[in-house]
């Protein structure tokens, strides 16, 4: 039962916040007076599965960062973890810190997420070691060469748009992890498909955007006005 297991929320903040293209750390920006990171904060404090949480950060940014923390008066345990050159190093300076059973792993940067995808995350460890939100994709994909040649058509109805969160069996990632720190992956599910696991995908919403570019600033801000 997932009641008898503990969960650790992992929000991770170090990137670099390089196609952001203000020079800044986008999860610092402000939406109706609160800083993106804040939402994240507020959603992952107020879910009933989550226990701790961990803040992976840059080391400049670590005042700032215990700013929020206070101004958000948030009441589960915080600690502050040191991020990598990649999300993956970062990823894995968290959970080798970590000691419970279940990590669930968000982008500080999706400040939309809705308490309904957190639960069903962890409510899928009951069965899965690796559980991830995800979006059907609206559009034909089409898989190519390095040349840009066609190979290959997805077909729609199984082709999916991922995001965070995502969730773990924290010794199953860690030991993956430390397997594959030289294999380049783009998201944790990609490592616990390279270890042979099953990964299951949440269907989520249009709304749990990613805050990656500026323009991204007046999308989210419409969508926290409406959840």
């Given amino acids: 039962m997932i009641s008898n297991k503990t969960v650790t929320g992992i929000i991770l903040v ?13 999860n610092f ?12 904060l507020n959603a992952f404090d107020n879910n009933l599965y989550i226990d701790n949480m961990i803040v992976v950060i840059k080391q400049d940014d670590r005042q700032t960062i215990k700013k929020i923390i206070d101004e958000e008066k948030i009441n589960k345990k915080i600690d502050i973890v040191i991020g990598g050159n ?11 810190v970590v000691e419970s059973d279940i990590v669930i792993i968000h982008d500080g940067a999706r400040p939309a997420i809705k308490q309904e995808y957190i639960s069903k995350c962890i409510e ?3 069965c899965f070691k690796g559980v991830s939100i995800g979006v059907k994709s609206k559009d034909t994909i089409k898989i190519t060469d ?16 991922i995001q965070t969160p995502q969730c773990f069996d924290r010794k199953v990632l860690l030991n993956l992890h430390e397997k594959y720190k030289r294999t380049e992956v783009t998201d944790d599910c990609m490592i616990l498909e390279k ?14 955007i990613k805050v990656t570019t500026y323009s991204d600033m007046n999308i989210i801000k419409e969508f926290l006005n409406i959840i």
Avoid: C, H, P
């Fill in 146 to 161: 390095d040349d840009g040649i066609v190979v290959d058509t997805t077909k729609r109805s199984n082709t999916w748009i």
């Fill in 124 to 126: 899928e460890m009951n």
């Fill in 195 to 208: 270890g042979g696991y099953k990964v299951k995908i949440i269907e989520g919403d249009y709304t749990n």
């Fill in 29 to 40: 920006e402000l939406i109706n007076g609160k800083s993106i990171l804040s939402y994240s």
């Fill in 86 to 96: 990649s999300r993956q190093e970062s990823v894995y300076n968290a959970i080798k």
């Fill in 14 to 26: 170090a990137g670099n916040s390089t196609r952001f293209g203000q020079n800044r750390n986008k």
